[in-house]
């Protein structure tokens, strides 16, 4: 027998990203880890839960990893769409990405369950310039350095069509 999610098609699973930007223009990423490659870095963020909007899953995921609790969630910039297997079980992802402004802070997760302790690692603020040179990383979305760059320098999509940062 196949396992779940293969014999059907993928899972569908919504998940609700932030793209957290302090006052120097850092971005803040999780490590993790395992997986296929040993040196992913994705934002913040995770899954919708049933009755929760795309807004209150960004909030209630970046205090969960983060400890962080925003004054204010905007309007989705970013949106991917991807496939992967987790444990033998196979996702497509539907993300949304909201940006976030803050002060620096040390990431100090609020309320992190049994099971997401295990695949996230460190935290680290990250200019651009050094997302461009760390070519030994994958970034995720894959796109990241070249969307970031159009947010850092005021290009900021129709809060109505996010843009589509691919994989």
Request: aromatic share 10%; hydrophobic share 40%.
């Amino acid at each position: 027998m196949p396992p779940v999610g293969q014999a059907f098609g993928p899972i569908p699973r919504f998940s609700a990203r932030t793209i957290v930007l302090d006052t120097y223009d850092r971005i803040l990423l999780m490590h993790v880890i395992g997986g296929e490659d040993p040196n992913i870095w994705v934002t913040p963020g995770g899954v919708v839960e049933q009755g929760e909007g795309w807004e209150d899953a960004a909030r209630r995921e970046l205090w969960e990893e983060t400890g962080l609790e925003p004054n204010e969630i905007g309007s989705a910039v970013w949106r991917r769409t991807h496939t992967f297997i987790w444990e033998g079980t196979r996702y497509e992802s539907h993300e949304r990405f909201f940006m976030i402004r803050t002060e620096p802070f040390m990431p100090a997760p609020g309320a992190l369950e049994g099971w997401e302790e295990r695949p996230v690692g460190e935290h680290k603020w990250w200019l651009l310039d050094e997302i461009d040179a760390a070519t030994n990383q994958v970034f995720v979305p894959r796109t990241l350095a070249r969307h970031l760059r159009d947010l850092l320098e005021g290009r900021h999509p129709d809060p109505e069509h996010p843009i589509d940062v691919g994989i």
